[in-house]
């Protein structure tokens, strides 16, 4: 089987995605890269269709087109996410030629609908020109709602791109779908396993309040599905800076002060034998990282804060993400929403139970 990719839109300039909550551009090319890395790992031929850089629209569109026909392919799948002038839309669609209710798209919905996505179903495709102008069979998938805040954060929660490529993935190799729903319970059990361990540390060493390292960990490792956290049980994206022990490489996304993003490749990364060793590794760094040789430690006035308000804007201050909104996204969408402040107050909640 002979698969063609194409990760939507261009990555800048003519051509580029819908920016809502998250950026289309951005994810179509997290999930894509992540299906092509699994179907090759599977087995399956696979040809990358996408196109980073367009005059125009139209010869983004056409180039795509292009790239498809190069090659017989069985299959031609392209990647989106949608958005809606009232950011009120959710859910999973997915577009064929003529609407043809093809298995293996209806299964794309099947597996979006059990990662907990509304299911919009299966429409004509006809008016879209890549799924018009490719010989293969044709699917073009909106994976859900770009602007739509209920859809990011059910995306992040079920395992952002990687779920979904798994969820793509399954609908070619079925016995994919085994090991899919591992996870049912998945979301409280990892808040539970990490806010423990930094709850224990916390009282042992005071570095950094635990429901900020829980809020960490979740947004940093997808809830422990992200690539790194699978293999090299790291939780947060340390990269090497000094580190002795084992390296995981694979490309970073960083965002720039104007809010775009860029890659950098071979970037290289710690890598532990458990994720507690990761969670204890990222309080060490935290308590320990410095750019002048000892002088000065980065992340001074996070040691110890208990204010997790505060903790939150200190790490971002110090530089710990180049991520816009970093601080907010902890305090927001997950201490407060998830009541990670539990593990902060461990005696006050003991004396309770008393
Ligand atoms: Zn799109």
Redesign the pocket.
């Known amino acids: 089987m002979k698969i063609g990719i194409n990760c939507?839109?261009t990555a800048s300039g003519a051509g580029y995605?819908?920016v809502g909550i998250i950026e289309?551009s951005l994810h179509?090319r997290l999930v894509g890269n992540c299906l092509m890395e699994k179907m090759r790992n599977a087995g399956i031929k696979v040809t990358d269709c996408t196109v980073d850089r367009a005059a125009s629209r139209k010869e983004y569109l056409a180039e795509t087109a292009a790239k498809a026909n190069r090659e017989e392919l069985d299959w031609f799948v392209s990647i989106?996410?949608?958005a809606s002038a009232d950011h009120q839309g959710r859910g999973v669609e997915v577009y064929t030629y003529q609407g043809r209710q093809y298995p293996e798209a209806l299964a794309v919905c099947t597996s979006m609908r059990e990662l907990g996505f509304c299911d919009r179903g299966i429409k004509d495709g006809t008016g879209l020109y890549v799924i018009r102008q490719t010989k293969a069979k044709a699917m073009l998938i909106?994976v859900c709602f770009c602007d739509n805040q209920a859809d990011v954060d059910l995306y992040y929660a079920a395992g952002a791109h990687d779920a979904v490529a798994r969820a793509v993935l399954s609908a070619f190799i079925p016995a994919v779908k085994e090991g899919l729903w591992q996870h049912k319970n998945h979301a409280a059990e990892f808040i539970q396993f990490v806010g423990r361990v930094a709850g224990k540390d916390w009282r042992e060493r005071k570095i950094i309040l635990p429901s900020v390292v829980t809020a960490q960990a979740i947004k940093e490792s997808a809830w422990g599905t992200s690539e790194l956290a699978r293999q090299a049980n790291a939780l947060f994206g340390i990269k090497e800076n000094g580190w002795t022990g084992r390296i995981y490489v694979k490309t970073a996304v960083e965002q720039r002060k104007d809010g775009s993003y860029y890659a950098v490749p071979q970037t290289k990364w710690r890598a532990y034998d458990s994720p507690e060793q990761s969670i204890l590794d990222h309080n060490d760094y935290i308590a320990t990282r410095s750019t002048d040789g000892g002088r000065t430690l980065r992340y001074q006035p996070v040691i110890g804060c208990d204010n997790y308000i505060l903790a939150c804007q200190y790490l971002q201050k110090c530089g710990y993400a180049t991520a816009a909104g970093y601080a907010d996204s902890l305090i927001h969408d997950y201490i407060e929403k998830y009541n990670l402040t539990q593990f902060d107050f461990w005696e006050e909640n003991l004396k309770q139970k008393i």
Do not use: I, P, Y
Request: proline share 0%.
């Open positions: 939507g839109h995605g819908a289309e179509t989106h996410f949608n909106e």
